[in-house]
Protein backbone atom coordinates (compact mmCIF):
# COMPACT_ATOMS: atom_id res chain seq x y z
CA UNK A 1 0.00 0.00 0.00
CA UNK A 2 1.65 3.47 -1.14
CA UNK A 3 2.15 5.90 1.72
CA UNK A 4 0.72 9.29 1.43
CA UNK A 5 3.00 11.85 0.27
CA UNK A 6 4.66 14.16 3.26
CA UNK A 7 4.16 17.62 3.74
CA UNK A 8 7.04 19.37 3.41
CA UNK A 9 7.90 20.98 7.14
CA UNK A 10 6.22 24.92 7.68
CA UNK A 11 4.16 24.19 4.44
CA UNK A 12 0.91 25.52 4.58
CA UNK A 13 -1.96 23.20 4.39
CA UNK A 14 -4.60 25.42 5.62
CA UNK A 15 -5.56 29.02 5.35
CA UNK A 16 -7.25 30.31 8.78
CA UNK A 17 -9.83 32.75 8.18
CA UNK A 18 -8.77 34.63 11.74
CA UNK A 19 -6.02 36.41 13.55
CA UNK A 20 -6.23 34.48 16.69
CA UNK A 21 -2.85 33.55 17.92
CA UNK A 22 -4.48 31.04 20.28
CA UNK A 23 -6.25 28.95 17.63
CA UNK A 24 -2.97 28.89 15.60
CA UNK A 25 -1.14 27.62 18.33
CA UNK A 26 -4.01 25.12 18.61
CA UNK A 27 -3.40 23.74 14.68
CA UNK A 28 0.29 23.71 15.61
CA UNK A 29 -0.38 21.65 18.03
CA UNK A 30 -1.74 18.60 15.62
CA UNK A 31 0.67 19.27 13.07
CA UNK A 32 -1.40 21.78 11.24
CA UNK A 33 0.79 24.63 9.75
CA UNK A 34 -1.44 27.67 8.51
CA UNK A 35 -1.34 30.83 6.66
CA UNK A 36 -3.50 33.47 7.94
CA UNK A 37 -6.01 35.79 6.20
CA UNK A 38 -8.39 37.44 8.81
CA UNK A 39 -11.93 37.92 7.76
CA UNK A 40 -14.23 41.09 8.65
CA UNK A 41 -17.11 40.46 8.18
CA UNK A 42 -20.66 41.57 10.10
CA UNK A 43 -20.86 39.75 13.66
CA UNK A 44 -24.60 41.26 14.71
CA UNK A 45 -26.67 38.67 15.43
CA UNK A 46 -29.75 38.16 13.55
CA UNK A 47 -33.24 39.24 15.33
CA UNK A 48 -34.09 35.91 17.26
CA UNK A 49 -31.27 33.87 15.97
CA UNK A 50 -30.07 31.04 18.87
CA UNK A 51 -26.69 31.14 20.06
CA UNK A 52 -26.16 28.09 18.53
CA UNK A 53 -27.11 29.04 14.87
CA UNK A 54 -25.07 32.55 15.65
CA UNK A 55 -21.81 30.95 15.75
CA UNK A 56 -22.28 28.22 13.12
CA UNK A 57 -23.31 31.29 10.78
CA UNK A 58 -20.37 33.49 11.46
CA UNK A 59 -17.87 30.23 11.50
CA UNK A 60 -19.03 29.78 7.70
CA UNK A 61 -19.38 33.16 6.94
CA UNK A 62 -15.79 34.22 7.64
CA UNK A 63 -14.72 30.65 5.46
CA UNK A 64 -16.72 31.74 2.77
CA UNK A 65 -14.93 35.55 2.69
CA UNK A 66 -11.52 33.87 3.30
CA UNK A 67 -12.03 31.05 0.04
CA UNK A 68 -11.91 33.49 -2.80
CA UNK A 69 -8.41 34.62 -1.75
CA UNK A 70 -6.48 31.61 -1.41
CA UNK A 71 -6.31 27.92 -3.05
CA UNK A 72 -5.91 26.15 0.23
CA UNK A 73 -8.67 25.26 2.16
CA UNK A 74 -10.05 27.59 4.69
CA UNK A 75 -11.45 27.12 8.46
CA UNK A 76 -13.60 29.97 9.61
CA UNK A 77 -14.39 29.62 13.75
CA UNK A 78 -16.51 31.76 16.02
CA UNK A 79 -16.29 31.35 19.72
CA UNK A 80 -19.44 33.25 21.79
CA UNK A 81 -20.38 32.76 25.69
CA UNK A 82 -23.35 32.61 26.67
CA UNK A 83 -25.77 32.51 30.07
CA UNK A 84 -29.43 32.69 30.17
CA UNK A 85 -29.34 32.27 26.50
CA UNK A 86 -27.67 35.88 26.21
CA UNK A 87 -24.18 35.70 24.28
CA UNK A 88 -22.04 37.71 26.32
CA UNK A 89 -19.22 39.84 23.54
CA UNK A 90 -16.00 41.77 24.31
CA UNK A 91 -16.20 44.10 27.09
CA UNK A 92 -16.32 47.70 25.66
CA UNK A 93 -14.71 49.21 28.86
CA UNK A 94 -14.12 47.90 32.40
CA UNK A 95 -17.56 48.11 33.67
CA UNK A 96 -18.36 45.85 31.29
CA UNK A 97 -16.15 43.08 32.11
CA UNK A 98 -17.02 43.80 35.47
CA UNK A 99 -20.56 43.47 35.04
CA UNK A 100 -19.76 40.07 32.55
CA UNK A 101 -17.93 38.55 35.44
CA UNK A 102 -20.63 39.18 38.51
CA UNK A 103 -22.95 37.58 36.06
CA UNK A 104 -20.96 34.52 36.09
CA UNK A 105 -19.70 34.28 39.15
CA UNK A 106 -20.77 31.25 41.04
CA UNK A 107 -22.33 29.92 37.92
CA UNK A 108 -22.24 27.73 34.90
CA UNK A 109 -22.50 28.94 31.38
CA UNK A 110 -21.62 27.64 27.96
CA UNK A 111 -18.73 28.25 25.63
CA UNK A 112 -20.24 27.90 22.31
CA UNK A 113 -17.58 27.18 19.42
CA UNK A 114 -18.55 26.61 15.72
CA UNK A 115 -15.95 25.42 13.33
CA UNK A 116 -16.18 25.59 9.00
CA UNK A 117 -13.77 23.98 6.52
CA UNK A 118 -14.12 24.29 2.73
CA UNK A 119 -12.62 21.60 0.79
CA UNK A 120 -13.32 18.42 -1.41
CA UNK A 121 -16.64 18.36 0.24
CA UNK A 122 -17.99 22.45 -0.21
CA UNK A 123 -18.17 23.47 3.04
CA UNK A 124 -18.49 21.30 6.04
CA UNK A 125 -19.29 22.95 9.84
CA UNK A 126 -19.75 21.63 13.30
CA UNK A 127 -20.53 23.50 16.60
CA UNK A 128 -19.57 22.54 20.18
CA UNK A 129 -21.03 23.10 23.49
CA UNK A 130 -19.23 23.12 26.71
CA UNK A 131 -20.50 23.57 30.09
CA UNK A 132 -18.19 25.56 32.26
CA UNK A 133 -18.68 26.54 35.85
CA UNK A 134 -16.82 29.55 37.34
CA UNK A 135 -16.66 29.68 41.39
CA UNK A 136 -17.88 33.24 43.16
CA UNK A 137 -15.36 35.91 42.45
CA UNK A 138 -14.42 39.46 44.47
CA UNK A 139 -15.00 42.35 43.31
CA UNK A 140 -11.55 42.82 44.22
CA UNK A 141 -10.17 39.93 42.51
CA UNK A 142 -12.52 41.13 38.79
CA UNK A 143 -11.09 44.44 39.41
CA UNK A 144 -7.36 43.23 39.76
CA UNK A 145 -8.14 41.21 36.82
CA UNK A 146 -9.16 43.82 34.61
CA UNK A 147 -5.60 45.26 35.61
CA UNK A 148 -3.68 42.56 34.01
CA UNK A 149 -5.04 43.61 30.73
CA UNK A 150 -6.42 39.42 29.90
CA UNK A 151 -10.28 40.42 30.16
CA UNK A 152 -10.09 43.40 27.34
CA UNK A 153 -10.30 41.38 24.08
CA UNK A 154 -11.48 38.05 25.51
CA UNK A 155 -15.23 36.75 24.82
CA UNK A 156 -16.96 37.22 28.23
CA UNK A 157 -14.45 38.72 29.54
CA UNK A 158 -12.22 35.79 30.69
CA UNK A 159 -9.29 34.11 29.24
CA UNK A 160 -9.38 29.99 30.59
CA UNK A 161 -5.65 29.39 28.84
CA UNK A 162 -4.52 32.67 31.18
CA UNK A 163 -5.09 34.14 34.85
CA UNK A 164 -8.69 33.52 34.46
CA UNK A 165 -7.88 29.30 34.65
CA UNK A 166 -8.31 29.92 38.55
CA UNK A 167 -11.47 30.93 38.46
CA UNK A 168 -12.46 27.61 36.65
CA UNK A 169 -13.89 25.29 39.10
CA UNK A 170 -15.38 22.67 36.86
CA UNK A 171 -15.75 22.07 32.42
CA UNK A 172 -17.80 19.66 30.97
CA UNK A 173 -16.93 19.14 27.45
CA UNK A 174 -13.84 20.17 25.54
CA UNK A 175 -11.37 22.08 26.84
CA UNK A 176 -9.90 23.31 23.43
CA UNK A 177 -12.98 24.76 22.50
CA UNK A 178 -13.14 26.99 25.13
CA UNK A 179 -9.62 28.23 24.23
CA UNK A 180 -11.00 28.58 20.87
CA UNK A 181 -10.92 25.48 18.56
CA UNK A 182 -12.47 21.69 19.87
CA UNK A 183 -9.21 19.43 18.22
CA UNK A 184 -11.53 16.66 18.20
CA UNK A 185 -14.07 17.77 15.98
CA UNK A 186 -11.68 20.20 13.75
CA UNK A 187 -9.24 17.11 13.14
CA UNK A 188 -12.69 15.03 11.98
CA UNK A 189 -13.58 18.21 9.28
CA UNK A 190 -9.75 18.32 8.03
CA UNK A 191 -9.64 14.82 7.54
CA UNK A 192 -13.05 14.87 5.69
CA UNK A 193 -11.86 18.03 3.61
CA UNK A 194 -8.68 16.20 2.78
CA UNK A 195 -6.32 18.44 5.12
CA UNK A 196 -3.54 15.98 7.01
CA UNK A 197 -2.96 16.58 10.55
CA UNK A 198 0.90 15.65 11.64
CA UNK A 199 1.24 17.59 8.16
CA UNK A 200 5.29 17.83 8.82
CA UNK A 201 5.52 14.07 9.93
CA UNK A 202 3.44 11.27 8.67
CA UNK A 203 -0.33 12.86 7.70
CA UNK A 204 -3.06 11.25 9.32
Known amino acids: MPMKAVTPAGAPVLCLASASPRRQALLASIGVPVSVLPSDIDETPLEGESPH ?12 AAMGKTALPVLGSDTAVVIDDTILGKPNDQQHAADMLHR ?17 RGILSCCVTTNVTMRELSAEEIACYWLTGEPADKAGGYAIQGLAAIFIEHIQ ?3 SAVVGLPLFETTHLLRQQGVPVWAGSYPL
Open 53 to 64: SYVERLAVAKAQ
Open 104 to 120: LSGRTHQVLTAVAVSGL
Open 173 to 175: GSH
